[in-house]
């Protein structure tokens, strides 16, 4: 285990982490940020280790290698509130408590996705996970700037529809 | 000159629900010189208020007011307060529907003398038939301006139906085509051609879909004779000592309650508030339930056997592009019993937008395999199966212990699939994927059911006033002056979309009302 691993997600640790995987920084008090600067999120009432687990959380549910990690913040920012801090206290400390029974400093230490991926389907059946789970696909799916990177073009009616547009453009069957 | 009609005047027909069947009803008695008042739960959206954004359309359309759900249906369990993907709004869910038009196969009004008895299924004959039906059928054709039907030429082919069918003559089918479609190939009826803008179940911009709420509810109005009353949830049918409906309370706009009287009610407030309305109707006279001697108020609810097929391909397909279910395959719609079921299936082109098929292809699935059949939607193409279900006893709506939110209660639904439901699924999802694998998939998706779209039987038609609910005109075999008008009429549910049938269902059964209005015997 590395010595980041180890150290946990102090923000410090989190910080270097992030420089050496390309994930998130904690940039500032109560402040998430890509290591790029190209996007942050400001945390008031969850703590910045909860918000980091949360968005590590999403892209373990929802993997998708070509989304950036900002949709993803876009899709959990709305656990920062005071109606979901119970449930994010319970929930990020039940992934940690599962991570160190593992063997792991806490949940966002852990390596490699399919470990993580084993904690989530343990906790499978839990409203931490089902609320997280069911809030992205909404969350996540919805974010209009998304779609283009699956390939999805939305509404076309503006622009007349595809009657001139390709609706049977195919050309390789 | 939108008609206004007084509150005490029990000179009306009074109808609950403007959708298939209550909106062509409102429109042709209207048509006929028959004072109409119309109780709409929903609102009023015209294209122009249309929003081609699926979230965004089903917070604006769908029926939200609470319902539950029990029964080991998969839909219980994935979406336990949504059963059905049906319209609260004026035109009701033709607002929402895909436009797919085809008439019942001739054996298909003959199910059980057909199939023969099947172990827990309550199949019956309806009490009418293909040569009784077919003149009806045409007048809603044209109504519908039903594509492949008259001189009306098919739709052209979008992408997602190139590959669907290239798979299906693959395979050797036959009956291969771009569907009987209720949506323009040329101006059809003062409405304009199709213009390949997808979001088919959004409610068409274009127009180029009928939907009642801009064809028969504004020609209704026009004749002077029909008054629509938007956002008014029917509560009870009330009747007198004789046993004879005599008006419908219901919540206005404002929540008030208010009292229409009537001379006839028809309701057709879809398959599950048409069997609530009766139940919640119940009173010293009709304790179980208005029109409910028979105890088969509710029973039979039928959805159609469905699923979807999606595949991806390693070239895009754009699947979105273009009408939604233009495209059908009917091989498999015959009775053929040495396929291990009774009845038959239609397979139908089918897409849905990105945010709609994270919800719906494999509903709480997560992980990379659900995320990279996602990342693939691109190269999707998608079909959806429909098939004829069996009726069932036990399938069906009861009062729950849930209240809405004026206190009534709402709508249980209680569905387990049948053994033949489930083998004609399983047998549709293998000739899905294998007309997808002929043309060169590299994974395929059987698909669960969705929320109902196709909601019938719950009322059903029967020879025998013991058997079902209503008889061959929609008239409750109870009371004389209370008519079923909606898909819970649905003796049987065949393999077709049911909308072109209710439409028909509705064209003549104003007929009949009007008739019997002007003999004095209703």
Same mark, same amino acid.
Do not use: N
């Given at each position: 285990m590395s010595k980041i691993e180890r150290h946990g997600l102090t923000r410090r640790a989190l910080l270097q982490r992030s420089v050496a995987a390309g994930a998130l920084v904690v940039a500032g008090a109560g402040f998430i940020a890509a290591p790029d600067a190209a996007w942050a999120l400001e945390v008031s009432v969850i703590s910045e280790h909860q918000m980091a687990t949360l968005l590590q959380m999403a892209r373990d549910i929802y993997?998708? /290698?070509? @989304?950036?990690?900002r949709f993803y913040a876009v899709a959990v920012k709305g656990y920062d509130a005071e109606d979901n801090k119970a449930l994010v206290e319970a929930g990020v400390a039940a992934l940690d408590a599962a991570a160190q029974a593992a063997g792991?400093? /806490?949940? @966002?230490?852990?390596?490699?996705e399919e470990d993580r991926v084993k904690i989530l389907q343990a906790m499978e059946g839990d409203a931490f996970f089902q609320t997280v789970r069911s809030g992205l696909v909404t969350g996540l799916y919805n974010q209009k700037d998304v779609w283009p990177i699956f390939g999805y073009q939305g509404e076309s009616f503006s622009q007349g529809g595809y009657i001139e547009r390709g609706f049977n453009d195919i050309d390789w069957l | 000159m939108v008609a206004k009609f007084d509150l005490n005047d029990d000179s009306v027909v009074v109808i609950i629900g403007t959708g298939a069947g209550g909106g062509v009803l409102a429109n042709e008695l209207a048509q006929k010189g028959v004072k109409v008042v119309a109780l709409e739960a929903g609102g009023r959206y015209l294209p122009e208020d249309y929003v081609n954004d699926e979230w965004e359309s089903f917070t604006q359309?769908?029926?939200?007011?609470a319902r539950t759900t029990s029964g080991s249906w998969r839909v219980a369990k994935d979406f336990s307060g949504l059963p059905a993907w049906i319209v609260k709004a004026v035109g009701g869910t033709t607002t929402h529907w895909a436009g797919a038009s085809i008439r019942f196969q001739d054996h298909e009004w003959k199910a059980l003398s057909t199939y023969g008895a099947v172990e827990g299924a309550s199949l019956l004959d309806w009490p009418i038939d293909a040569a009784e039906m077919a003149p009806w059928y045409e007048k809603a054709e044209a109504k519908l301006g039903v594509t492949r039907t008259g001189d009306r030429a098919g739709l052209p082919g979008n992408n997602n139906y190139l590959v669907f069918e290239k798979g299906a003559k693959a395979l050797g089918y036959k009956e291969v085509h771009t569907g009987r479609m209720a949506i323009n190939s040329a101006d059809y009826d003062g409405r304009m051609a199709c213009q390949q803008t997808g979001f088919c179940f959004q409610g068409c911009k274009w127009g180029a879909k009928w939907s009642a709420a801009y064809t028969d509810i504004p020609r209704g109005e026009a004749t002077g004779n029909l008054e629509v009353r938007e956002r008014s949830h029917a509560a009870r049918i009330l009747h007198d000592d004789s046993g004879k409906v005599t008006g419908v309370e219901y919540f206005d706009k404002d929540g008030n309650l208010q009292m229409q009287k009537a001379r006839i009610v028809c309701v057709a407030g879809n398959t599950f508030e048409s069997p609530r309305l009766l139940l919640n109707s119940a009173s010293s006279m009709f304790p179980n339930g208005l029109a409910n001697s028979s105890d088969q108020v509710g029973r039979n609810y039928m959805r159609h056997m469905t699923g979807s097929v999606y595949a991806v391909f390693d070239?895009?397909?754009?699947?979105?592009?273009?009408?939604?279910?233009?495209g059908i395959v009917?091989?498999?719609?015959?009775?053929?019993?040495?396929?291990?079921?009774?009845g038959g299936y239609e397979l139908e082109t089918l897409s849905l937008g990105l945010p709609f098929m994270a919800a719906f292809l494999n509903p709480g699935g997560w992980g990379r395999s659900f995320t990279t059949a996602l990342d693939s939607y691109e190269n999707m193409a998608g079909m959806w199966i429909v098939g004829e279900d069996m009726p069932q006893a036990t399938n069906r709506v009861t009062l729950s212990e849930t209240k809405d939110q004026f206190g009534l209660p709402v709508a249980n639904v209680h569905f387990d699939d049948h053994p033949n439901d489930v083998a004609m699924r399983n047998h549709a999802y293998k000739q899905g994927i294998a007309i997808y694998e002929a043309v060169g998939a590299t994974r395929a998706f059987p698909t669960p059911p969705y929320p109902s779209t196709h909601n019938l039987g719950t009322n059903r038609m029967s020879e025998k006033p013991e058997d079902g609910v209503v008889n061959k005109w929609g008239q409750t075999h109870d009371i004389a002056n209370l008519f079923i008008s909606d898909?819970?009429?649905?003796?049987t549910g065949a393999a077709e979309n049911p909308t072109l049938t209710i439409v028909a269902l509705a064209i003549r059964q104003a007929d009949h009302i009007a008739s019997e209005m002007s003999a004095g015997n209703i």
């Open positions: 993997p998708h /290698d070509k @989304v950036a990690d792991h400093a /806490d949940y @966002v230490s852990i390596g490699w | 359309l769908a029926w939200l007011d070239k895009p397909v754009r699947m979105w592009r273009g009408t939604t279910m233009a009917q091989d498999e719609a015959r009775h053929d019993p040495s396929r291990g079921f009774v898909g819970s009429q649905f003796t």
